[in-house]
């Protein structure tokens, strides 16, 4: 089993940034891929970026040159710091984790508790 511990998000207003953190503990020798997820109010969970253990990541078009992912190996932590933020990034961020790329685009692996993220001026 994988816990994963989200923190970092809030408020912010357009134009502003945040990172986000998840801290994963317990079996993490089982992860090679982590990645963060996205939840707008009406709308379906959108996959944001993912990361793997060698370091190769992927972004969804509409976050590339805003958002870099990230990892940190000997904390167990993944992160997501997001730049010039819009209003449509407004949205419940969720962490995953899984033993492949695959997994964290299938959903299937373990997931955090979720951090808002508003941006409103």
């Known amino acids: 089993q994988v816990q994963l511990v989200e923190s970092g998000g809030g408020l912010v207003q357009p134009g502003g940034s945040l990172r986000l953190s998840c801290a994963a503990s317990?079996?993490?020798?089982?992860?090679?891929?982590m990645g963060w997820y996205r939840q707008a109010p009406g709308k379906q969970r959108e996959l944001v970026a993912t990361?793997?253990?060698?370091?190769?990541?992927n972004y969804v078009d509409s976050v590339k040159g805003r958002f870099t992912i990230s990892r940190d190996a000997a904390k167990n932590t993944v992160y997501l710091q997001m730049y010039n933020l819009k209003p449509e990034d407004t949205a419940v961020y969720y962490c995953?984790?899984?033993?492949?790329?695959?997994?964290?685009?299938?959903?299937?692996?373990?997931w955090g508790q979720g951090t808002q993220v508003t941006v409103s001026s």
């Open positions: 317990g079996s993490v020798f089982s992860i090679n891929a």
């Open positions: 990361i793997t253990s060698g370091g190769s990541t």
């Open positions: 995953t984790v899984g033993a492949g790329r695959l997994t964290v685009l299938a959903g299937t692996g373990y």
